[in-house]
């Protein structure tokens, strides 16, 4: 018979007393902290080199995400591997995460759609992410979307006010807001989908110049 969760408070009870990457990983598995783990197959943490010098945060794992337990494997991701080509930024040598470790969606027919998550989930969750920023020490963080700017940034911040601007930030050296990957693919036709892609590629590029200085 399985054994049911007790609710954590918090994420932050969680937490080990000396983290790391690894050990913060494994102590997420059992996060309990949000109604969200009972609708998501797993905890998906975040993932990438051991002293990277960017950070990408985006909203929460996708479907594909969900069932390989791995950030930005899916469709969002591949276009996101293929804009970091093109930036010059190696995939390997960047840390990947979201504001939300497990994956909110609601049924339609077969498929399972993604449903942004609200404020007290994302609240649950912020203790796994200020970790993951305390350990990774990035030199740049890249919010990608409104869900992930705002958690960092504030509620009020507006990616299309500010999208490719460096702001200031305790959290890094370098903090940038853009869109996330998953909104280029919502594009309604080909021409709107390049012209998405090209002013993405031009944010990470801006990015990618600044870590070169």
Not at 118 to 137: F, G, H, Q, Y
Request: glycine share 6%.
């Amino acid at each position: 018979m399985s054994k049911t969760k007790k609710p954590a408070r918090s994420a932050a009870e969680l937490v080990p007393d000396h983290p790391t990457i690894p050990t913060v990983r494994d102590a997420a598995k059992d996060c309990t902290a949000c109604d969200l783990y009972k609708r998501g197959t797993q905890t998906v943490f975040g993932e990438g080199a051991r002293s990277p010098k960017l950070m990408l945060v985006g909203e929460q794992p996708g479907d594909a995400e969900d069932l390989a337990g791995r950030p930005f494997v899916g469709p969002a991701g591949k276009l996101l591997d293929r804009a970091l080509e093109e930036a010059g930024i190696d995939r390997d040598a960047v840390y990947v995460t979201n504001v939300v470790k497990h994956f909110k969606w609601e049924p339609r027919g077969k498929r399972r759609i993604h449903k942004k998550p609200n404020a007290a989930e994302i609240a649950a969750c912020r203790p796994w992410l200020d970790t993951e920023i305390a350990l990774v020490k990035p030199r740049a963080i890249v919010c990608l979307g409104a869900t992930a700017a705002q958690a960092l940034l504030g509620r009020q911040f507006r990616v299309t006010a500010h999208r490719g601007e460096f702001v200031p930030s305790p959290l890094a050296p370098l903090v940038l807001a853009t869109v996330h990957p998953s909104s280029i693919l919502r594009a309604p036709d080909d021409e709107s989908r390049r012209r998405e892609m090209k002013q993405f590629t031009d944010d990470l590029r801006v990015v990618a110049r600044a870590l070169k200085r």
